[in-house]
């Protein structure tokens, strides 16, 4: 499958699927890969270009502080540039590193879809519980991580009302790495998307801002805040942390609202 070169030379891996218009980046989440956001990708039209970012999935493994969302917006910029992606639709870290793109050039795509936007702030939970992950991924590698985390996951309700997703976060821990993924999280855990938020405000191209309420990783105020920034954007907010999987057709229309319009 084909890569491209970042700013700084790190080899990231694509995946392409389907052709012709709009192109359409889809950019994942810290610790996930191109595989997150691909349950997307048959439901939509055109092209869409999967990334895996540094330091996770296929993509290259850069040194300790090369994870900065300067080095993530650079991902994001390269993989757009490549392939002439006119949209990006990011998750989480995704979400930010496009933000952070657009802070130094709000022209930059004509039509964005953010997904499940954060914030961290040093000591809160998230912040905690991703510093942790790191250090159990460099000591024990993935499979162990897996079976610490979802015991104690588990022990919290965290699969209570959606038995299914212990497995599906089981896998995706097993997708991670003992060295690459540590670092982002250690790079992006001390860094901050939007340095200048009144930048965003300059952002007019068409946005869709997804978020889900109960969600500890991704508040809704962060969603709420964007909004209110981003004098073209539509906000969704689903019902809890688990809809974003079984609310897909509803997400899905909306996505085509926005492409078509």
């Not at 055109?46 to 994870?67: A, C, E, I, Q, W």
């Not at 130094?104 to 040093?122: N, Q, Y």
């Amino acid at each position: 499958m084909p890569t491209v070169i970042s700013r700084d030379g790190t080899e990231l891996f694509v995946e392409v699927l389907g052709d012709g218009e709009p192109v359409v980046l889809l950019a994942h989440g810290l610790t996930g890969n191109r595989n997150e956001l691909a349950i997307f990708a048959p439901f939509l039209p055109g092209t869409k270009v999967l990334m895996d970012f540094r330091g996770h999935g296929n993509s290259g493994r850069p040194p300790t502080g090369s994870y900065t969302f300067d080095h993530l917006a650079g991902d994001v910029d390269a993989v757009a540039e490549a392939y002439g992606a006119s949209v990006v639709a990011g998750g989480s870290m995704g979400a930010a590193a496009t933000l952070r793109l657009l802070e130094a050039d709000p022209a930059r795509f004509d039509k964005l879809i953010i997904v499940l936007p954060a914030r961290l702030e040093v000591g809160d939970e998230t912040y905690v519980r991703l510093s942790r992950m790191a250090d159990l991924l460099e000591e024990h590698g993935p499979e162990k991580t897996a079976d610490i985390m979802l015991e104690e996951e588990e022990a919290a309700g965290a699969f209570d009302q959606f038995p299914a997703s212990k497995e599906y976060r089981r896998a995706a821990i097993l997708a991670t790495n003992s060295d690459g993924v540590p670092r982002a999280i250690r790079g992006v855990i001390d860094d901050v998307a939007l340095r200048d938020p009144e930048r965003i405000r300059q952002v007019t191209a068409p946005t869709l801002i997804i978020a889900q309420e109960g969600d500890s990783f991704h508040s809704t105020e962060v969603a709420r805040e964007l909004e209110a920034a981003m004098p073209n954007s539509e906000l969704v907010v689903l019902p809890d942390q688990h809809a974003l999987l079984r609310e897909i057709p509803t997400l899905i229309t909306k996505v085509h609202q926005l492409l078509s319009a």
